[in-house]
C-alpha cells in the first residue's frame, strides 16, 4: 500500500546511497555520509563496485546493533568492513532482517557487461510499514524485476551501465510502481538530462520524484581521476630515467 510518508522517509544521500527513515533506519549502499551519525538499524550492500560499496561510509553509519547484508559472492569484503559476520543473500531469497521484511532481487546486466548475472548481485523489496519500496541497484530490466510489484521505486536510469530512461520507464509500470525516484546518474552517467528523459518516458499516473541530491561526478572520481594520477606518475618517472 502507497503511504506517502514513507516516500517522504527516502533520503538518496547522493547517487544510489539511499537512507530510509522512521522506525527502523535503513542504509542501501551507504556513500557520502557526512558526519559518524552511527544510526543503521540495517545496511543492505547491492554489490561491490566502489560507487555503492565504501568501507570507511559503512563504518561511519554502523552501531553495535546493526544488522548487514549483501549478496553472498561479497559477504567476505563486507565482514573485513564491518568488523561482524554479514547476512549473506542469493537472488530469490526472503527474510526478516532487524524486523524489516527483505526480499533479494536478481540484479544483472543482460547486453552489457558491468554487472554480471553469475556474480548474484542483488536489489531489494522491502516492506516499511505496509508499504513495498524496490530499490533495483545496479540492473538492467530482467524476468526476475520484473516480477516484482511495489508501492515505491527507486531505478537507476543512467543509459550507458544499466537501464535507458525509456526502459526504466517500461519497468516502473510493469511493476506497478505508484512512485518512482530515478537514480544512478550523473557526469558521465546519463548527465542532467537521464531524470528528465525518464519522467517524459514515464506513464502519466506514475509520480516521478527527481532529487537534487543524485546528480553526481563519482565516476569522474572512479574513472578519470586516477588516469590522470596513474599518466602524472608514468610521465614523472620517464623523465626521471632520461
Not at 172 to 182: D, E, H
Request: with cysteine; proline share 7%; glycine share 8%.
Amino acid at each position: 500500500m502507497f503511504d506517502r510518508n514513507v516516500l517522504d522517509s527516502i533520503t538518496v544521500i547522493t547517487h544510489s546511497a539511499v537512507r530510509i527513515g522512521g522506525d527502523k533506519v535503513i542504509y542501501i549502499d551507504p556513500i557520502g555520509i557526512e558526519g559518524e551519525p552511527h544510526d543503521a538499524d540495517l545496511i543492505l550492500i547491492t554489490h561491490p563496485h566502489a560507487d555503492h560499496f565504501s568501507p570507511a561510509n559503512i563504518r561511519k553509519v554502523l552501531k553495535d546493533s546493526t544488522v548487514v547484508a549483501c549478496p553472498e559472492s561479497m559477504a567476505g569484503k563486507l565482514g573485513r568492513a564491518s568488523g561482524r559476520e554479514p547476512v549473506s543473500l542469493m537472488p530469490g531469497m526472503s527474510t526478516s532482517l532487524a524486523g524489516v521484511p527483505v526480499e533479494a532481487v536478481a540484479a544483472y546486466n543482460q547486453k552489457k557487461f558491468y554487472h554480471p548475472k553469475k556474480k548474484g548481485w542483488l536489489g531489494y523489496v522491502l516492506t516499511v510499514g505496509e508499504t513495498r519500496v524496490y530499490i533495483a541497484g545496479d540492473t538492467e530490466s530482467n524476468p526476475e524485476n520484473k516480477a516484482v510489484t511495489c508501492d515505491i521505486a527507486l531505478l537507476p536510469v543512467d543509459t550507458s551501465r544499466t537501464m535507458t530512461p525509456d526502459q526504466a520507464a517500461e519497468l516502473a509500470k510493469l511493476i506497478s510502481a505508484q512512485a518512482v525516484i530515478p537514480i544512478h546518474y550523473g557526469a558521465l552517467l546519463g548527465g542532467k538530462k537521464a531524470p528528465v528523459k525518464f519522467k517524459q518516458a514515464l506513464d502519466p499516473s506514475i509520480e516521478c520524484d527527481i532529487r537534487d541530491t543524485v546528480y553526481s561526478s563519482i565516476l569522474v572520481k572512479m574513472m578519470v581521476l586516477p588516469s590522470v594520477l596513474g599518466f602524472i606518475v608514468g610521465f614523472t618517472l620517464m623523465m626521471l630515467v632520461l
